[in-house]
């Protein structure tokens, strides 16, 4: 029998926070997005990720052509893997 390594990507909910001056709602957005995309901001504006609402974030329609989200890696048995 072989022995694989499989890592399945995770979407993970987390916020990212700032407070902004603006006249308005749409202005108070968009000033966030520009910040966010300069990367203005540092890891105090990233919150928590909320762990026990995670999903997998995986396509695969063939498992011989998978698209994203997953890594399986077959692992060479050695003296230090034990199989």
Known sequence: MK??????ALKIS?????EVSADTKRK???IA?????DGEYD??????PDWANSKLDIKIDDIDQIDSGVSIE?????QQTKC
């Open 3 to 8: 022995k694989y390594k499989v890592s399945l």
């Open 14 to 18: 987390s916020n990212f926070e700032i």
């Open 28 to 30: 108070a957005l968009e």
């Open 33 to 37: 997005l520009e910040k966010y995309s």
């Open 43 to 48: 890891e105090n504006n990233i919150m928590e």
């Open 74 to 78: 077959e692992i060479k048995c050695s």
